[in-house]
């Protein structure tokens, strides 16, 4: 199957109502804000529900979350090394296999590797001893950022915890915090690169996998901080390039329409198609 022939950007509108739709560790859990009061969810945060919906749709993915663990590998390590799930171990030993043939076969087997690249740095013990493989991938996702200033309300709760012993006895119950963005209109950006696709492997057909789930990034998605219909995918906005380098910068491309972009989440579709001359762009809407 031949790699991607042509340039691709893509953005995503998307709409937050009394959801955290990326806690913060490091300040409780609120959800991410910039110094200006911006709402943000992270590129990280982002290509999580990627790799999830991948998976769900039965692609080998290699970084796997915890409670969606298909393999039952304890870690990357071990799903990397595993003569099953993985390319067992002597693909990471450099006296037996090359580092590029070890990138190659990854990239075949796990689409998020394929995608959005992976360093593969292993421990100082054993065969693998030295083993460092970095992997750039051709997909890139940006932050989303909202349009506006999010307003965010904390509601105190109480939680049980596991008592002592073995941990059967219900605790005491103790004091919590639970954060949500009362509404706000984000939006994404992203491209695909052709020249690292060519280095992965990354197909025209994976591309059109990518398109098909943007859509509905958000559905099995949901959790006490993220109920369900309170994340949506408004629009994806699709442009495809007549050629590899690209007809217009991914600048140009993302600013036709952002200056479009109301702060409802709204945009005038035939401007927009109209904005970038020979460059049309399938716009689709979300689930």
Known sequence: MST?????????????????P?????????????????GEITDVCLKRKLRDRLQEEKHSIFVQSDDRKMDGEPSLRSRAESETNGLGKDAWNPKKTKKDETAKKACEKWFDVR???????????????????????P?????????????????QITKSVSGEGDGSKRGADTMGMKHRVDQGIYE???SIN???????????????VIKGILPRLFENDASSARPDGSMQV?????WKHNCKAGQYSAAKVHDSLRNLLNDDGSFDK???????????????DGF
Do not use: H, M
């Not at 991607?4 to 955290?20: C, E």
């Not at 995608?115 to 991938?137: E, M, T």
């Open 139 to 155: 997909v890139t996702v940006q932050s989303a950022f909202s349009k506006e200033i999010v307003g965010v309300t904390s509601t």
């Open 194 to 208: 052709p020249q690292l696709a060519e280095r992965t492997g990354f197909s025209d057909a994976d591309a059109e």
């Open 270 to 284: 035939d401007r927009l198609r109209q904005a970038l001359p020979g460059l049309e762009p399938e716009i689709i």
């Open 234 to 238: 408004l629009s994806v906005i699709w």
């Open 22 to 38: 990326n806690g913060d560790p490091l300040n409780g859990n609120r959800p991410r804000t910039d110094y200006g009061g911006f």
């Open 115 to 137: 995608a959005f690249g992976q360093v593969f740095a292993f421990g100082k013990d054993g065969d693998a001893s030295g083993v460092s493989i970095p992997i750039r991938g």
């Open 4 to 20: 991607l022939q042509n340039k691709i950007d893509f953005a995503l509108v998307l709409r937050v109502r009394n959801a955290n």
């Open 188 to 190: 994404c950006y992203g």
